[in-house]
């Protein structure tokens, strides 16, 4: 069974920075496309940042320069540097996982991220 664990989401000021991780079970991590996305109260869940198993990254407009996805493959785990936060940062983070060999995306929980003014 696949499990993803989110954390290191919380209250944070503009300005300033947080880090989530998502440890990954369950499946072979090291071809596992990871993404994170977020969702805040009456939005819809937005793409943040993916990183394919061979490393590459991509970003949403509004985090660029300021997000920064890694991913440790020892640990089987992903990261979300996220430095210079806005109010508008704030929603729920969710962690992804996409195989490369089924194409099938597993969710995590989700952490809250909240950045007050």
């Known amino acids: 069974q696949v499990q993803l664990v989110e954390s290191g989401g919380g209250l944070v000021q503009a300005g300033g920075s947080l880090r989530l991780s998502c440890a990954v079970s369950?499946?072979?991590?090291?071809?596992?496309?990871m993404g994170w996305y977020r969702q805040a109260p009456g939005n819809q869940r937005d793409l943040v940042a993916t990183?394919?198993?061979?490393?590459?990254?991509n970003y949403a407009d509004s985090v660029k320069g300021r997000f920064t996805i890694s991913r440790d493959n020892a640990k089987n785990t992903v990261y979300l540097q996220m430095n210079s936060l806005k109010p508008e940062d704030t929603a729920v983070y969710y962690c992804?996982?996409?195989?490369?060999?089924?194409?099938?995306?597993?969710w995590g929980q989700g952490t809250q991220v909240t950045v007050s003014s």
């Open positions: 369950g499946i072979i991590f090291r071809i596992t496309d």
């Open positions: 992804t996982a996409t195989s490369i060999l089924t194409s099938r995306r597993h």
């Open positions: 990183i394919t198993s061979g490393g590459n990254t």
